[in-house]
């Protein structure tokens, strides 16, 4: 990601995101704690809005190392690993703590997730949001973002009660908070995706005045051909494995690319030139399934006639039903998952026999061109499928900032 330098008056080095919206004195005035961080798509869409992280915290590694080889962040501003031990050693991060604006994260949601269909709130995985909760009422910043998956929803009255058990249960400066389920396609991205997003402040503001700032930020989406239009074509890749062939068939990791610069490519970009292509690598697929990938129009499934003679699945058609999806190049795409990390089966290109790229993925989840993931193209898939749409974050960030 592209960063600009800028000097306080200590003569030490901030790194602020390009787009970030500085104060006058050239200084990110906003700053913000990212818990659950995974590849950054939160954070960039913050950095974006004018937020400065200050502390990350992520568990997995490789998720790390992406949002951390985007940014110019020191060693100390981590913490890998889980939750529940930096909430053990809280004492130790409190001094860098004190300044936070903002704490921003969202919980691991397997349990909750509308795919899951034994959603329980006492299912391990949601008892995350708790530690979430937990390092809030210590660190107590002026205002704070949860996120996650629409199935927490279900659950809002019991979940609520803990946040007033673990952020108002004495008798310092109370916070407000409130949810809404907020919709991607709303402000822009070309992908539809729910998100149940909790908004909370201890400053005495509505939470429904904060939401409206952020309906402010509502624009018409695009479709999905605006995302991938543009981007090299690439062919069918032949060979199962061989993930460090670079060529026009199996992709690029990294490539010298002219970008056509349109609508879209301001959108992610702004007006920065950008000449390299990351992460646009194809994935092998076997025969049968390139056949399906090749008969079925934009829109079809695995019920469609096209393919009634070659679908694996007939006798479970009513389960499978959406093993094989060809997206529509004049809508907004289906949710971008971390299920491409196993196949694209779900996600055939609209307009060629292969399922979309990491790179294409990204672009549909708002992710500016040159943010480059890291790990494996297993990896790379699960992280963009697992972040929120940067332009979302960046609609969040800029309804709050109004207030600080």
């Not at 110019?72 to 004492?91: A, P």
């Not at 908004?199 to 509505?206: F, H, M």
């Not at 479709?223 to 060529?247: F, H, R, T, W």
Request: charged residues 30%.
């Amino acid at each position: 990601m592209s960063i600009e330098k800028n000097i306080n008056k200590e003569n030490t080095t901030k790194v602020v995101p390009k787009n970030a919206r500085l104060n006058e004195q050239g200084k990110s005035p906003f700053t913000f704690i990212d818990l659950f961080a995974g590849a950054g798509g939160l954070s960039l869409g913050l950095e974006q809005a004018g937020f400065l992280p200050i502390f990350v915290n992520e568990i997995v590694p490789q998720f790390n190392e992406t949002y951390r080889k985007n940014r110019n962040l020191s060693d100390e501003q981590y913490f890998v690993g889980d939750i529940k031990k930096l909430n053990e050693k809280i004492d130790e991060y409190l001094p860098r703590f004190k300044d936070a604006d903002l704490v921003c994260g969202g919980p691991p949601c397997q349990g909750f997730s509308m795919a899951n269909r034994q959603r329980i709130i006492d299912d391990p995985r949601n008892q995350l949001y708790k530690e979430y909760l937990k390092l809030l009422s210590v660190v107590r910043p002026k205002f704070f973002i949860m996120e996650n998956v629409r199935g927490m929803s279900n659950k809002w009255e019991e979940i609520r009660e803990n946040f007033e058990t673990y952020l108002n249960s004495d008798d310092s400066r109370k916070y407000q908070f409130s949810s809404h389920l907020l919709y991607a396609e709303d402000f822009g991205v070309p992908q539809h995706r729910e998100r149940f997003i909790v908004i909370g402040n201890r400053l005495g503001i509505s939470p429904e005045t904060v939401f409206y700032e952020i309906f402010k930020n509502k624009k018409k989406p695009f479709v999905l051909k605006n995302a991938l239009e543009g981007l090299p074509k690439l062919g069918i890749k032949k060979v199962k494995g061989k993930n460090n062939i670079e060529d026009d068939d199996s992709g690029y990791t990294e490539c010298d690319f002219a970008y056509k610069r349109n609508d879209f490519y301001c959108f992610i970009n702004g007006n920065r030139k950008i000449e390299k292509l990351y992460n646009h690598k194809n994935r092998y697929n076997n025969p049968r399934d390139i056949e399906i990938y090749s008969r079925l129009p934009q829109g079809a499934n695995s019920l469609h006639e096209s393919i009634e003679d070659i679908m694996p699945y007939k006798s479970r058609n009513d389960i499978f039903k959406d093993k094989y999806f060809k997206l529509e190049e004049d809508k907004v795409c289906k949710t971008i998952t971390s299920h491409m990390r196993f196949d694209c089966n779900m996600y055939i290109h609209p307009w060629y026999a292969r399922g979309l790229t990491p790179r294409e993925a990204a672009r549909i989840q708002t992710f500016p061109d040159d943010y480059v993931f890291y790990g494996s193209q297993n990896s790379w898939y699960a992280q963009i499928g697992n972040a929120v749409p940067v332009k979302l974050a960046y609609a969040i960030g800029k309804g709050i900032a109004k207030f600080l």
